[in-house]
C-alpha cells in the first residue's frame, strides 16, 4: 500500500491545523504463563506485536492468528480479546492516541489492517521498545517529552504505510471542518450539562439544520457524539488513575453515578469497577 490512498486536500489542512498525539501506556511485557486479556474495548489505538510467541486475536465474530514479528492494530472502541497461544511470549506493545480537532480519533478516519506483516511489524516494535525503554529511564524531563512526541510521530509515520481514508470521512470531510467549533466547546465543557440547543448556537444554524449536518458529517447524532467522548473519557481515567467511580462520572458529566455506570456497562461491556479490573495491565 502507498501514501496514494490519503491524498485528500481536506484531510491535509485538517492534519496541519490540529494533529496532536497522546501517549497512554506501552511495555515490553515478558508472559509466562498462558495469558488471556478477556473481551474489552480501549480508548486507545493498540499496536502489540509478539517478538516471541504467538496469539490470537478475536473480533467481529473471527479469529485471527498472529504469528511471531507481526503486529496486531486496532482503533479505538473495537470489541475485541487477545489470547496467547504458546506457554511463553514477549509481547511489545503500546496504546496511543492521535487526535484532529482536539478530541475526533484521527483513526476513527481511517482503515487500518488488524495484522499488519512481519516487516513493518517489527520496525513498529522497535520504536515502542526503543520508547518504553526511554520512559523508564526517567531523566531530564524535557529530552523525555521531546522523544516521547518524537515517538509518536515516527510510529504514525510507519502506520501511513498501511492506512487508507475510510470512502466514509472521505465524503464528510467538507461537514466535519463545519462542525469543529462544536466539537471543540464539548471538549471544553464534558463536565457541564450540555444542551442540543447550545451546541446549534455554537453552530450558528437551527436546531435541525445542526442535528442534520452534524449527523451527516460523524456518522452519529450529537448527543451520542458527546457520549461516546464522555465515555471515552471515563474509560481513560479508569486506566490510568485511582479515581472513585463518582468523580469520574462527574467528570464525565455525569451527576448520577447510577445513569454513568449504566451508561458505561451498554457501551463497553463491563461495569466501570469490572472494566478498571478488566484492564489493570495497562497501568
Known amino acids: 500500500m ?12 485538517l492534519l496541519q491545523s490540529s494533529l496532536h498525539f497522546e501517549p497512554m501506556c506501552g511495555n515490553v511485557t515478558r508472559i509466562r504463563s498462558p495469558h488471556s486479556t478477556g473481551w474489552r474495548t480501549l480508548p486507545g489505538l493498540m499496536c502489540a ?3 516471541r510467541g504467538r496469539a490470537v486475536m478475536s473480533l467481529d465474530g ?26 511463553t511470549a514477549v509481547s511489545r506493545w503500546a496504546h496511543v492516541n492521535y487526535f484532529v480537532m482536539h478530541s475526533l480519533d484521527l483513526f476513527s478516519l481511517l482503515s487500518v ?7 513493518l511489524g517489527r520496525r513498529v516494535g522497535d520504536e515502542i521498545e526503543s520508547w518504553v525503554t526511554t520512559e523508564a529511564a526517567g531523566g531530564n524531563p524535557l ?4 522523544q516521547r512526541n518524537a515517538f509518536g510521530y515516527r510510529l504514525l509515520a510507519l502506520l501511513s504505510e498501511v492506512c487508507s481514508l475510510k470512502p466514509e470521512a472521505e465524503r464528510n470531510l467538507d461537514g466535519i471542518a463545519a462542525v469543529r467549533a462544536v466539537i471543540e466547546h464539548m471538549n471544553r465543557n464534558l463536565g ?3 444542551s442540543r440547543d447550545a451546541l446549534a448556537e455554537v453552530a450558528g444554524m437551527s436546531r435541525a439544520q445542526f442535528h442534520r449536518v452534524f449527523t451527516q458529517a460523524m456518522g452519529c447524532s450529537p448527543v451520542r457524539f458527546l457520549r461516546n467522548i464522555r465515555l471515552r473519557l471515563a474509560q481513560q481515567l479508569l486506566i490510568s488513575t485511582g479515581e472513585p467511580v463518582k468523580a469520574i462520572a462527574q467528570r464525565c458529566g455525569y451527576e448520577d453515578t447510577f445513569v454513568f455506570s449504566k451508561a458505561f456497562k451498554r457501551d463497553s461491556g463491563l461495569s466501570p469497577s469490572a472494566y478498571r479490573l478488566r484492564t489493570r495491565e495497562l497501568r
Open 192 to 194: 457541564q450539562p450540555i
Open 62 to 87: 473471527r479469529a485471527l492468528r498472529v504469528r511471531t514479528g507481526e503486529l496486531m492494530v486496532l482503533p479505538a472502541g473495537v470489541y475485541h480479546r487477545v489470547d496467547v497461544t504458546t506457554p
Open 2 to 13: 502507498t501514501g496514494d490512498e490519503l491524498r485528500n486536500p481536506q484531510l491535509d489542512r
Open 49 to 51: 506485536q509478539p517478538q
Open 113 to 119: 489492517p488488524p495484522v499488519v506483516p512481519r516487516k
Open 143 to 146: 529530552l523525555r517529552h521531546a
